[in-house]
């Protein structure tokens, strides 16, 4: 079956610093990506779509100059959280989708905890 | 607006009892609706999609457009299926971001 990885699993980051977590398909080309975050205990809420080679649409409330998308590939997606704040430690997860079928596959999620 | 609901947080049933997970949703066209899971440290996989109309590790789930729901069943429980369950609802197939609702954690007691 189709997999996505993520990389990396788990980071802790000093307050102020920049992360990135890379979103990668591994058998299959996705030309749309997703980014998920997951507080402990609660539901999975979408933050943005990436289609390669495009501009992200970011949902409503998410800043799009903290958390910036880069899809320069069908393979690789990346999320960076720039100037990071202990807010926003949560867990981040991806998701991409083949163009034709519709099914969305997940990555492991990376949990991020910002000190 | 597009809204999935999973009115129980929780839902602890012993093994070989049936089992019920509800999942109501809210939108006006015709959507497409998931259930995925999430077995413990495990990634989120996608269990069934309506469309597909099979049955999968034993659970079904028959999309009633009259009532909008998507209820999950399985009419053994067993402690494997022990896990996080997510309904979830896309407008329409293709490359459209998931809905999804709250979750209902299953604990299958022995």
């Known amino acids: 079956g189709a997999v996505v990885s993520q990389h990396p699993s788990r980071v802790i980051c000093k307050s102020g610093t920049s992360v990135k977590i890379e979103c990668r398909s591994l058998?299959?080309?996705?030309?749309?990506m997703f980014w998920y975050r997951q507080f402990p205990k609660q539901s999975l809420m979408l933050m943005a779509t990436?289609?390669?080679?495009?501009?992200?649409?970011?949902e409503q409330g998410v800043e799009k100059d903290k958390f910036l998308i880069n899809h320069a590939s069908l393979t690789l997606s990346t999320l960076t959280v720039t100037s990071a704040h202990p807010e926003d430690s949560s867990f981040y997860i991806c998701?991409?989708?083949?163009?034709?079928?519709?099914?969305?596959?997940f990555g492991p999620g990376t949990r991020l905890t910002v000190t | 607006a597009q809204r999935v609901t999973q009115p129980e947080k929780l839902l602890s049933v012993f093994k070989g009892a049936p089992v019920e997970l509800k999942c109501n949703y809210s939108?006006?066209?015709?959507?497409?609706l998931f259930w995925y899971v999430q077995y413990s440290r495990q990634r989120l996989q996608l269990l069934l999609r309506?469309?597909s109309r099979e049955s999968i590790k034993g659970f079904t789930a028959d999309l009633n457009k009259g009532e909008t729901s998507f209820h999950l069943k399985k009419p053994f429980a067993q402690e494997e299926d022990s896990a996080m369950y997510y309904c979830?609802?896309?407008?329409?197939?293709?490359?459209?971001?998931?809905?999804f609702g709250k979750g209902t954690r299953l604990s299958v007691i022995a």
């Open positions: 990436s289609n390669e080679g495009s501009k992200a649409t970011y």
């Open positions: 939108y006006s066209g015709s959507p497409e």
């Open positions: 998701s991409a989708s083949e163009s034709v079928g519709g099914e969305q596959y």
């Open positions: 979830a609802l896309s407008p329409a197939s293709g490359n459209t971001p998931l809905v």
């Open positions: 058998d299959f080309q996705a030309t749309t």
């Open positions: 309506h469309i």
